[in-house]
């Protein structure tokens, strides 16, 4: 085995399978006209998602960090009035590896202008479904969900009830710290792995994982993000935003991110400040959504682990 | 005693779980795109057998146990003890029949066992993959019946009981696969 370490990981048949998606990817947005675009791999901001590491690079002399997502870069065009456009390359995330994670991997991204969350949630279902030839789109609410499998808003539920629930359902080496972390592990450990074959379309997640998304009240009236995820057969494969749009809550919650780092002794790096002067300058109207590419293509050929389908993964590269 | 880290958790590592070694079966990296990172560790608790399924935090770390593989060679059982040799240093053990299980039904003296040692002391043992033994009681054989598919069952001489094909005859000695309790064919060596 370890004399074999040259070769790729993947099969030769699975790499023609990306080439072939690649394509089908691009084709569907040239018949849409949504333009494809390049950002910086190579920043000298970090993302401030305290859930989300950067991997730390040395240029011309000075820190820079690989790119977590093109999103900065993706906002600061259509700030510049670049139209609906889309990224297609990699993105690089530290410390995530394993049968679903590799630290290097593809990443799309695009974004509509004037379109809201639930609008692109309908074309994230046509991407899937044209290019896994799935016909099954279910759409259903982070509560809505909790509800139905768990028999608990997340949302209203208390912080007790919301412990026990996770505690009772799984076997944790340590107490969870807040609500998000009971909610984040009832999803991926309990709600994920009983989503049907299906493409799932979860919208309207805790204003407190709002991320990027603009925070509004729902039909109950609490207020929910406008973010969604997209999953097939459980497999998380892309999460969107109606995006904020505001340059000061912008900056609060650059400022929020950086506290939580802070209070949890996380590398806390520079924010992309020229993301709050391209929303001051005005940032049209939009949703986006990312998704990777990898993940689809295991859904598309059937394969079990990510470095099935890339042909070095990090233990090769 | 070291410790390890959940990005190095691989499929054999040894570690202490509630106080118990524990070996390591399968570590999957949970991390929702905008949550949190954690890890879904199935464990084998090494005294009970049992394996169970754990979630950590990404970054925790577990104590390594004073765990490990020998190979020794099985000399005999006293009643009580199952006694086993280190063929180096000719250093003996004695297991008890808590730490052979279901082994037991396939020790015979002289193979060689995996022996595995906490703190010193056996834990576990298992079996060669493949054993030869001699079949010490099944019903009669059916002659010129080589073809067909049935069969029977047949004690053996470490009284493990297994399906042999219906010719085979007491006395015989065979090869079987510890792992699954497989007939594996008639041993060459008579």
């Not at chain 2, 696969?177 to 497989?182: L, N, P, V």
């Given at each position: 085995m370890s004399d074999n370490t040259?070769?790729?990981?993947?099969?030769i048949a699975a790499l023609q399978q990306r080439a072939d998606l690649l394509s089908r990817v691009r084709g569907f947005f040239a018949e849409r006209q949504v333009l494809e675009v390049e950002v910086p791999v190579l920043s000298r901001r970090a993302t401030s998602d305290p859930h989300i590491d950067s991997i730390t690079a040395l240029c011309n002399g000075d820190a820079a960090f690989l790119a977590t997502s093109p999103e900065f870069g993706l906002k600061r065009l259509l700030a510049a009035g670049m139209g609906d456009c889309y990224y297609l390359g990699k993105a690089f995330r530290e410390g995530e590896a394993g049968g679903r994670h590799n630290p290097e991997f593809t990443m799309l991204e695009w974004y509509r202008c004037g379109w809201d969350d639930r609008r692109l949630m309908g074309e994230v279902g046509d991407l899937l479904g044209e290019t896994l030839g799935i016909s099954t789109v279910e759409s259903v609410s982070y509560r809505e969900l909790f509800r139905r499998q768990l028999d608990l808003d997340p949302h209203t539920a208390s912080d007790s009830a919301l412990r026990n629930t996770a505690e009772r359902h799984l076997d944790l080496s340590f107490t969870p710290a807040d609500r998000d972390e009971c909610l984040d592990l009832l999803m991926s450990h309990y709600l994920e792995p009983r989503m049907g074959g299906g493409i799932t379309l979860l919208y309207n997640f805790p204003a407190s994982q709002a991320a990027l998304a603009r925070v509004v009240a729902d039909e109950t009236g609490r207020p929910v993000a406008r973010r969604f995820e997209a999953y097939v057969g459980g497999l998380e494969l892309a999460n969107g935003y109606?995006?904020?749009?505001d340059a000061e809550e912008q900056l609060r919650r650059f400022q929020a991110d950086h506290r939580y780092r802070g209070a949890h002794k996380l590398h806390v790096y520079p924010f992309e400040e020229r993301l709050v002067e391209a929303l001051q300058a005005g940032l049209p109207d939009c949703a986006g959504v990312a998704l990777g590419i990898d993940r689809l293509l295991m859904l598309a050929g059937g394969y079990r682990r990510i470095e099935e389908v890339i042909a070095f993964p990090i233990e090769r590269a | 005693m070291a410790s390890y880290s959940t990005n190095e958790f691989k499929g054999g590592l040894k570690v202490m779980l509630d106080g118990d070694p524990c070996s390591i079966v399968e570590n999957e990296f949970v991390k929702p795109g905008k949550g949190q990172a954690f890890n879904r560790v199935k464990l084998r608790n090494l005294k009970t057998g049992r394996v169970w399924e754990r979630t950590f935090r990404s970054g925790e770390s577990l104590e390594a146990a004073d765990v490990m593989d020998r190979d020794m060679e099985y000399l005999y059982n006293d009643g009580e003890f199952y006694h086993f040799m280190e063929p180096d240093t000719f250093e003996q053990h004695q297991a008890s029949a808590d730490a052979v299980g279901d082994a037991a039904k396939w020790l015979k003296e002289q193979d060689t066992c995996t022996v595995t040692l906490y703190n010193g002391a056996p834990l576990a043992v298992t079996p060669p993959n493949h054993v030869i033994l001699e079949i010490t009681?099944?019903?009669?054989g059916l002659r010129g019946d080589t073809a067909q598919g049935g069969n029977k069952p047949a004690t053996l001489s470490t009284g493990a009981v297994v399906k042999v094909p219906l010719f085979l005859e007491i006395g015989e000695t065979i090869k079987v696969?510890?792992?699954?309790?497989?007939y594996l064919g008639r041993a060459k060596e008579d």
């Open positions: 040259w070769r790729p990981t993947a099969s109606w995006e904020l749009t | 009681d099944t019903d009669p696969d510890t792992r699954t309790g497989e």
